[in-house]
Structures are given as structure tokens and as C-alpha cells.
């Protein structure tokens, strides 16, 4: 229970600020989960039912076009990860979330987040937070793809998120930033 505490209370200062009671109720709904390395999350086709925050460990968003993993996400400690449309419509999801490291995520069930949201005003500004973080992020890496050189992409996230960087394979990396493993070892041999 106090680790579950901990959790809220991290979420509302890297979030907005949440009174007391907010926090109990974002307790009430807050669910652990410990993953192995290579463990889903999400598996493809399921229906996403939670948001998902990293207490400890790192996990990747992935889905497969033209039988090869794309990487569309990391999320590392105090991070929060869902699949959006998955979530959202009630949908499978083409979305996979799997454990890189042994991970400690702590999730809320999307709906009883969003029956929490209608009957408390803190709550609905935390879930629009979110939102809003998620749309950002994604709209940050669809510029990244469109405007930035693969150098600036891989300076970028050097920058932006080390972690990534310290943690991931190379391979899931280069996914990410769309880049082969080869252009991916050129780019940072010229940083080196």
C-alpha cells in the first residue's frame, strides 16, 4: 500500500498537483504489475483497458509492418504509455507493449479512470494532462520523422531521452528513429 502511495504521489508532481482526496481516489483505482524481460503488457489483437505508468524498469511499444518490428515508444521509469485508439474505441489493439528489463508497472483501468474523471474536476484535469502529453509526444516524433535528418533524429534523442539510448538494443532504436541498423551505426560513428 505505502509503494501504491508513493506512486500517486509521483504522479501528481510530475503531473498537476492532486489534493488528498484526489489521491485516495486515484489509490483506489491503481493497479501492480511485475513483468519478466520479454513478458507483453499488451499482446497484439488484445483491447487495451489501462494506462500504464513505469515504477521501475523499461518496456517498448512496438507493431509489425511487413513482418519487421517497428518501435513506436520506450517508457522508462515515471513514464506513462497506453495504445490510444485501442483504449479509446474499445478496438484490438495493433499496438504490442512488452518488458525490455524486469518492470513494475502501475496501471489504472481506463474506464474506471474515466468514471472518475466525470464525478471529480482534479481527476478530469489529470486525464486531459495525459491526453495532451500523449497527442504532443506523438505529434513531436510525426515533425522528427518529417523535418530532421537521421543525424538530427539521433542527436535528438541523445539529448531528449539518454536513457533510451543507455538501455535499448540498437535494433529497437534504429526501428524507432525508422532507420536500418547499418545508417544507425553510421550516424553515431560520426558522433563518436
Do not use: W
Amino acid at each position: 500500500m505505502e509503494t501504491k502511495k508513493l506512486i500517486v504521489q509521483q504522479i501528481s508532481k510530475i503531473t498537476i498537483p492532486l489534493s488528498d482526496k484526489a489521491q485516495s481516489k486515484l489509490l483506489s483505482i491503481l493497479h501492480c504489475s511485475e513483468l519478466k524481460k520479454g513478458e507483453l503488457f499488451l499482446k497484439e489483437g488484445e483491447v487495451a483497458k489501462n494506462i500504464g505508468y513505469v515504477y521501475k524498469g523499461m518496456l517498448r511499444v512496438f507493431y509489425y509492418k511487413n513482418n519487421k518490428e517497428l518501435t513506436e515508444y520506450f517508457a522508462y521509469e515515471q513514464k506513462f504509455f497506453l495504445s490510444i485508439e485501442s483504449c479509446f474505441r474499445k478496438t484490438p489493439s495493433h499496438l504490442i507493449i512488452e518488458a525490455l528489463e524486469p518492470t513494475v508497472v502501475y496501471s489504472l483501468l481506463y474506464d474506471e479512470f474515466i468514471a472518475l474523471s466525470q464525478e471529480d474536476e482534479e481527476i478530469a484535469r489529470l486525464y486531459r494532462f495525459l491526453m495532451e502529453s500523449s497527442l504532443i509526444i506523438s505529434q513531436r516524433k510525426i515533425d522528427s520523422l518529417r523535418f530532421e535528418t537521421a543525424h538530427e533524429r539521433y542527436n535528438r534523442l541523445m539529448k531528449d531521452d539518454p536513457e533510451i539510448i543507455k538501455r535499448a538494443p540498437l535494433s529497437y532504436i534504429a526501428s524507432y528513429l525508422l532507420m536500418t541498423p547499418e545508417t544507425l551505426s553510421r550516424v553515431r560513428a560520426n558522433i563518436l
